[in-house]
């Protein structure tokens, strides 16, 4: 059937419908992550949170866009967003990259994490979720509006004259408490805190760690056709997302290998996470079998 047979609002709605499945465009109030020092120092003059989110804008997934772009709405008014994207994962720091991969970040993005202004605390993480979003941002912004309720309190503090008559009420009684009792229960007091706190740090000592062993892993793929997303595009990606060091050792049409470069990971840990992926993303198996898109094998080196 030729296109002129075809009635002019079907053409049009497949165009439009063609075009919302093109990834979305990032509002203007959002910093790239590049940009980092500039939306510190925005979230510092304005007493706001900062929000690191993790998508992708160009995704073709209409979930993905709507909840990502929820995301930069709700939380614009208490926060300063930051777009982060698996390109720029280098510039995110380490605890809100640690928060990202944890379990309470769930497997698919959009990936939130609310921070202080100077992104070194993290005061909460919120997971994709089709249902419940709206009770997700609500929690959130209570956690993120008790922040900066703190963050008032103590810039009152900080101009307020209550500190200088404590001083001038102690320096008063130092004058009138004269002679050689009171040095002996300075003294007594003056080492009791030494002991206090020569114990404390002994507690709270922290076991030195070995360094983690590094493991050099090559992965080799095979299938047949094309694939979406394209394998020599989307595990690079995927790499990226966890710091792992990779090359392309060969990609050719239907296969490819790479060489991956691991840290505090074992071999069967890494094997198992790189299963999950390649199984969701592709329905790839180790071995061949029916319904399988890929195959894979891993080896050290």
Not at 205 to 215: F, H, R
Request: charged share 30%; with cysteine.
């Amino acid at each position: 059937m030729g296109i002129k047979n075809v009635a002019w609002p079907v053409v049009v709605a497949l165009l439009v419908s063609g075009q919302a499945l093109a990834g979305f465009d990032v509002p203007n109030h959002v910093y790239p992550v590049a940009q980092l020092k500039r939306a510190k120092a925005e979230a510092r003059a304005k007493n706001r949170a900062l929000t690191f989110i993790f998508t992708d804008p160009q995704t073709t997934c209409g979930l993905c866009k709507s909840a990502s772009l929820a995301a930069f709405s709700k939380l614009r008014d208490s926060t300063i967003v930051v777009l982060v994207e698996s390109h720029g994962f280098g510039y995110v720091p380490g605890k809100v990259k640690a928060a990202m991969r944890s379990k309470h970040a769930g497997r698919y993005i959009p990936k939130t994490v609310v921070t202080d202004a100077e992104a070194g605390r993290v005061l909460c993480v919120i997971p994709y979720s089709r249902q419940g979003r709206s009770l997700l941002f609500k929690e959130a912004i209570r956690v993120i509006e008790e922040y900066r309720a703190q963050n008032r309190k103590k810039t009152v503090a900080q101009y307020s004259p209550l500190p200088d008559l404590l001083k001038k009420a102690k320096d008063k009684a130092k004058g009138k408490a004269k002679g050689k009792a009171k040095g002996k229960a300075k003294d007594k007091a003056k080492y009791k805190v030494k002991d206090k706190v020569k114990d404390k740090a002994e507690k709270n000592a922290v076991p030195v760690q070995p360094a983690p062993v590094e493991l050099s892993l090559v992965i080799g793929l095979r299938w047949q056709g094309s694939l979406d997303p394209a394998p020599t595009e989307k595990l690079p990606a995927w790499f990226l997302t966890r710091d792992f060091h990779f090359e392309t050792l060969e990609s050719e049409p239907g296969s490819c290998r790479f060489r991956v470069k691991t840290k505090g990971v074992t071999h069967e840990q890494f094997e198992a996470k790189l299963n999950g992926f390649l199984k969701f993303t592709y329905k790839a198996t180790k071995h061949p079998s029916d319904g399988a898109e890929m195959t894979w094998d891993l080896g050290r080196q």
